[in-house]
Nanobody, 124 residues
Framework: VQLQAFGGGLVQAGDSLRLSCAAS????????LGWFRQAPGKERESVAA????????YYADSVKGRFTISRDNAKNTVYLQMNSLKSEDTAVYYC??????????????????WGQGTLVTVSS
């Protein structure tokens, strides 16, 4: 089972990026999927999570109104559209999958499967 995140890069404040995370080895169409980030010297924090149907979505307060999480179950892929990026969004971003459809998806401990991370650097 593998989750592969990509789409990170170096951008300027105010720019947009779209992260993608493709899963292989099994289907995650019935699992809660999420995005986390970890800045240097800080703990990994939840950014967003989405239920298997897409009807239930969670965002951290710091990204509400700027980031959008979505998923394509047919492609076994989850996305994170990031707009109006700020320097404080600089971090390694990780995608993750809960083991089932019932986890709340807001804590690191909720997730069993993790991608390798993609670096997002926002210059001010």
């Amino acid at each position: 089972v593998q989750l592969q995140a990509f789409g990170g890069g170096l951008v300027q404040a105010g720019d947009s990026l779209r992260l993608s995370c493709a899963a292989s080895g099994r289907t995650f169409s019935r699992n809660v999927l999420g995005w986390f980030r970890q800045a240097p010297g800080k703990e990994r924090e939840s950014v967003a999570a989405i239920s298997w149907s897409g009807r239930n979505i969670y965002y951290a307060d710091s990204v509400k109104g700027r980031f959008t999480i979505s998923r394509d179950n047919a492609k076994n892929t989850v996305y994170l559209q990031m707009n109006s990026l700020k320097s404080e969004d600089t971090a390694v971003y990780y995608c993750a999958a809960c083991p089932n459809a019932y986890c709340k998806g807001q804590r690191v401990d909720d997730y069993d499967y993790w991608g390798q991370g993609t670096l997002v650097t926002v210059s001010s």
